[in-house]
């Protein structure tokens, strides 16, 4: 997950080019107002001393370590009711593994869960957690496909809470960030859920891939002005190059990284450490 590395060893032993610098920090996806603060501090150090490639990595992980939260708020179980956790996102950025491997996350932390298969809409959407839920050990609440995600949500939470499930797992349609109409969906299942309990849904969790860079941002910012997002799920965070995102999207949104997917496997799956994604990206 270096993805500082080319960046570092592009400009070890020569004098910094500001602008090939500014355009290579941009790249990296961290966002313009992180990339113009490490310009802005390199730029003080340049005042008195000839900056190295050292003194980029040095004040890059400075900065990024001032943003990301060390330890974001872990997600507990309530004392009565089924903790809601709303999964959101565009197609193809692994939402359904996602919620699968969550509900695995919790499981093997002796949690009970169940999952709401509330992605009608996807060909074959069910059928894929219901192969999941089967694989890690949890039920499952299905609907018939184009049915409402809403009501299957709905109904969901009285399983869940019936049942006293610790955590209901709620796996939604994939749906592109620029369609008013389908955003709109998603706030009517949280209008839905709300009914039973005034919170509900308690996290709404936004499943982002790593490599696709910037447009994440924009992902993040739409679904957030749309139904208000506690967190990320970033997937593809393995090798990659790529993971600057992660700093964009807190600094310029306030939305801690809550989870981080790094492969294939259900074991593949864990809390977001900024800790160690500062001392990793260099």
Not at 140 to 163: F, S, T, V, W
Not at 189 to 195: E, N
Request: glycine fraction near 8%; charge should be neutral; hydrophobic fraction near 45%.
């Amino acid at each position: 997950m270096n993805f500082f590395k080319n960046i570092i060893d592009k400009f070890a032993g020569k004098p910094v080019d500001w602008d090939e610098l500014e355009e290579a920090l941009i790249r990296s996806d961290i966002g313009v107002p992180m990339t113009l603060r490490i310009l802005k501090t390199l730029r003080e150090r340049d005042a008195w001393s000839w900056v190295t490639a050292n003194d980029i990595a040095e004040v890059a992980r400075d900065e990024i370590g001032r943003v990301l939260p060390i330890n974001p708020p872990p997600i507990r179980p309530l004392p009565a009711h089924p903790k809601v956790i709303l999964i959101v996102g565009v197609n193809g950025t692994g939402k359904t593994t996602s919620a699968a491997k969550l509900a695995h996350f919790f499981k093997t932390r002796r949690h009970t869960v169940l999952l709401a298969a509330a992605d009608t809409f996807r060909a074959a959407a069910i059928e894929q957690l219901g192969v999941w839920a089967e694989r890690i050990g949890v039920e499952m609440i299905r609907g018939q496909y184009n049915a409402d995600p809403a009501a299957l949500c709905y109904e969901a939470y009285e399983a869940a809470d019936k049942h006293n499930v610790a955590f209901l797992i709620c796996d939604t349609a994939g749906r592109l960030h620029t369609k008013s109409n389908l955003m709109g969906e998603l706030a009517k299942v949280k209008r839905s859920l709300s009914k039973h309990d005034p919170n509900a849904p308690h996290e709404i969790l936004l499943v982002v891939d790593a490599t696709t860079g910037s447009n994440a941002l924009a992902q993040a910012k739409q679904f957030h002005e749309a139904i208000g997002l506690t967190g990320l799920i970033v997937t593809k965070l393995d090798g990659s190059g790529k993971g600057g995102v992660v700093v964009a999207i807190q600094d310029e949104l306030g939305i801690p990284t809550r989870f981080v997917g790094t492969g294939e496997k259900l074991e593949n799956f864990a809390e977001f450490d900024g800790r160690d994604f500062v001392r990793n990206m260099l």
